[in-house]
């Protein structure tokens, strides 16, 4: 039988043990942890099923689309946007034992279990005021609202997914019947080695993991933040969940990126290089043309209508998608908008790709694929790091915005802002000569910026 002795001493180890643990000692509560679900909307939460209604819409919304950590953030504590300033719904600040003076100059008493509910449901606090009309009426149960009210309490040491006192796991979209997806994954991976030889971002282990474009929104729960080396974001995709892509989605979304001009501007930069060289005005479309026209070649499958005008115009996509053996009944005078030209990339960049594929050891068949995933993956490590130790989503999605002339991975320089999360909205105009079937080695760069 233990004596009083070891068994103080015993109670002193765990005690020692849990200060040194921290992590597994403060574990989530059962029930903290289903209202962690339902505030960061992950799937399998109560919000799969549930709905919401807002402002004098009468029409219901799937409540999975309003996740509670969109307006009030990672730690409860809201964040201004776009002229909306959600409150602070940490159970500290809720349960303040004062009447509190909201942003908005809206004063309420103290929130309750039971007033908690009936402001998520009805959209009155404690003191009967109307909440903000952007504010969402969940038709959340009891029970389902008493899990998050006991999440809030803890809501400001929470985690954001894929993070943990060693890891940080990002998903990477790759289609795996996509012939480059085997190429980029292998140069990934060592790019992932070389960051956990230099001691890993602050400490943490960075784990890619290779994400179905048919799961990103189940996956979206499960890892820190998504990488887009091949395909756009879809649209209406969980705007918490910061986004890298080469090109930027149809729909704009506050958490992604884009490095580069999407196919409209690079359009965008054709017509208006064409009214500036020739003063051709309108440019025609290549599927209709007429000979002697300048026309816009905006499909492959256009290619035997477009032989006969005098000049024609495509992206780099439309471009790469014509056989090689085809493109020599293109014009002459032919012109292809390059989002990335390599001479807009910086040397040294150049170097750490060539050595990064040199340990890859892949064949040149996908090299503009390898490229894109390692500009991508580039732009991620590049902020993560930049984001520190104490990295959230939030944090992330503000040290991009906080990003200038980026010169680490194979495009031109990148800058963003809060208003602006294309990296390089330029495109160069290069000339491609179908007889000898070789490009220019430099064109004319557009960019809608400089006028």
Known sequence: MPTAFTIKSLA???????????????????????????????????????????????????????????????????????????????????TRPYTVKEATGRKRPPYTSSSFRNAVRSGKDPGGNALSEAMPRYDLTDKQLADVWAFLAVVA???????????????????QANPASQ??????????????????VHGRKLTFRIVSPKNTGAEAANVFALVFPQSVPPAGFDNTVPVVSVLPASVPSASAFALVAS???????????????????????????????TVLLGSARCLGNATVAKRVLLTQAVFSSIPTAS??????????????????????????????????????????????AYSAAALMIEALMRTGRDVSREGFIDTLEAVRNFEGGMTPPLTFGPNRHVGSRGAEIVRYDSFAGTLATSGIWIDPDIR
């Open 183 to 200: 190429a980029q994954q292998k140069l990934l991976g060592v790019l992932a080695g070389d960051i956990e030889k230099l001691g890993g």
């Open 327 to 372: 493109r020599k009944l293109l014009p002459a005078e032919t012109y292809v908008a390059f989002a990335t030209p390599l001479s807009r990339v910086a040397q040294n960049a150049q170097s750490a790709f060539a050595q990064t594929r040199a340990r890859a050891r892949n064949d040149k068949s996908a090299i503009l694929a390898e490229a894109n």
């Open 157 to 175: 040491q929470a985690s954001d997914p894929g993070i943990t006192d060693d890891t940080l796991t990002v998903g990477i979209v790759l289609d």
């Open 12 to 94: 002193l180890l765990l005690l020692m043990l849990c200060m040194l643990a921290l992590p597994a000692c403060a574990d989530l509560t059962a029930s903290e942890e289903r209202g962690r679900a339902i505030y960061f909307g992950e799937k399998g939460s109560a919000l799969d099923t549930a709905e919401v209604q807002i402002g004098d819409l009468s029409t219901k919304l799937p409540a999975r689309t309003f996740p509670c950590a969109s307006c009030h953030g990672r730690t409860g504590a809201g964040k201004s946007e776009r002229g909306v300033q959600p409150s602070q719904i940490s159970r500290d600040a809720l």
């Open 263 to 293: 196919e409209a501007d690079q359009t965008s930069a054709l017509k208006r290089f064409a009214t500036e060289e020739w003063g051709v005005v309108s440019v025609k479309d290549g599927c209709a043309a007429k000979k002697g026209e």
